[in-house]
C-alpha cells in the first residue's frame, strides 16, 4: 500500500506527541535522498523538526558511501532536522540516541528481539533491519544543524532484496510472518527520537550511554574493527563517556575507537 501523501501528513501531525519533532511533515512518492533534501531546507533556514519521509529514493545513501535500496511500498525511509547547540565531537552521542530511539521502534513492532551494532547498525539473528545516517551541517564553521536519516526495513519478503543483500538484510515482516502498518512505525520512532532527545538535553550524555548499552549485545565479544585501512582485534568491553567503543586488546591494553566498521570474530 503506498502512503496517502496529503491525508498522512495531517493525520500523523495530529496524533504526533512530540515536542520538537514534526513541527513540520512533507510526505513525497519519490525524492533522491530525503537526507539531502534536508540538507537543502536547512540551506534556506528550515527550524528544526522538519520531517521528510518518502515513498521510494533515486539515492539513498548509506554509511561510507554506499546506497541504501529503496524500493516503494516496503519500507520506510525518513529523515528529520535537530539543532542542538552542540560541538561536532558531539555528533557521536546524537548517533547513538538515535540509534535507541530506532532499536526501541524496531522492538515494539517485531516479535524477535532487534539489537545494537556499534555504532548504530539495528541488526535482528544478526542480519540488519534498520540504518541509520546521522549528518552534521556546518555553517561558517559552526555546527547548524544534525541531519537524522533512517532507513527501516518493514515489509520486504524475501524475494525482493537483491541477491547482495539477500543473507545479511532482514525485515520485519519476514521476522514476524505478517505485514505491518508503516505509518505507526514512523509515529513511533518520531516519538521515541523526541523522548531521547529531551532526555539527552536535560541529562546528559551518560543517559544515552547506558541505554544503548542495555541494547547490544557487543559485550564480552570477540571482535575486530577496521578503521581507515588498520584492523585491530580484541574483546569489545563499554563505551566510553565519548560513545566510543572501548576493547580489551590481545596484549592486555584497552584501546577506544570512535570510529569504524566493527565485526563479530565467532572464534
Ligand atoms: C546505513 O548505511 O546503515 C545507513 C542507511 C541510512 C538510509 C536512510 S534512508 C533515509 C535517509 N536518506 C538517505 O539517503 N539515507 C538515509
Known sequence: MTYEYESDSINLKKHLRCERIGSSIIFLPEIDSTNDLIKKYLMNNVSEGLVVVAETQTAGRGRRGRSWHSPPETGIYLSTLLKPNLELSQLSII?????????????????????LKWPNDI??????????????????????????????????????????????????????GF??????????????????????????????????????????????????????TGSAMRLDELGRLVLLLDNGYEEAFDSGEVSIRED
Open 95 to 115: 548517533t547513538l540516541l538515535v540509534g535507541v530511539a530506532a532499536v526501541l521502534t524496531v522492538n515494539k513492532f517485531s516479535n524477535q528481539n532487534a539489537y
Open 179 to 232: 505485514p505491518i502498518d508503516r505509518l505507526a512505525v514512523i509515529q513511533s520512532f518520531l516519538e521515541n527520537l523526541d523522548h531521547e532527545y529531551q532526555t539527552y538535553l536535560n541529562e546528559g550524555e551518560s543517559s544515552v550511554i547506558k541505554k544503548w548499552s542495555l541494547n547490544t549485545k557487543l559485550f564480552g565479544k570477540n571482535v575486530s574493527i577496521k578503521h581507515g585501512s588498520n584492523v585491530t
Open 123 to 176: 541488526l535482528i539473528d544478526s542480519k540488519k533491519v534498520c540504518g541509520l545516517l546521522c549528518e552534521m551541517v556546518k555553517k561558517q564553521g559552526a555546527p547548524d544543524g544534525v541531519i537524522i536519516g533512517i532507513g527501516i526495513n518493514v515489509n520486504q519478503m524475501p524475494e525482493q532484496f537483491p541477491d547482495h543483500l539477500k543473507s545479511i538484510a532482514t525485515s520485519i515482516r519476514i521476522v514476524n
